[in-house]
């Protein structure tokens, strides 16, 4: 089986790791480098749960392999709070009550935060868009939407 070091850069911090060449990102972050707050909801590329920025760009984590984040910058659902405080975003998931078991929140917030980024005044339509990859069998919806436009009223990603 093939191994590979790689360095990738996790919520800014450099990871130097030694990975198989079948892992995928996911794994990897979960189980090498504990960061468990990226969530395994289907490893096949359907439900989102596993969603991360790679270089600035949302991936299924599920769908990547380990060796292809060699110098790539990784950002988790842990990266998005500053020094233990909640983003805006995350706040306004709070306020909304947009969280119930929350399994698909990691992903969530991670593809709204890549919005917002991008779009700071995204439409209902664009925010429904930007989502269409990320599945929650419990909100509806209608609660991650409004938290994603608080969010953006504040300006705030
Ligand atoms: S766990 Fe990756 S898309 Fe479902
Ligand atoms: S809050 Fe349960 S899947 Fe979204």
Redesign the pocket.
Known sequence: MSTHQITMFVNGEPEILTVQGHRTL?QVLREQLAITGT?????????????VLMDGEPV????VLAVECDGHEITTVEGLADDGQLSALQAAFVEHNAVQCGFCTPGMLISAHALLQRNPSPSEQEIREALVGNLCRCTGYLRIIKAIQTAAKKGEA
């Open positions: 996911l969530k395994d909801g289907c490893s096949a590329g359907e439900c989102g749960a596993c969603t299924n984590s599920c769908m």
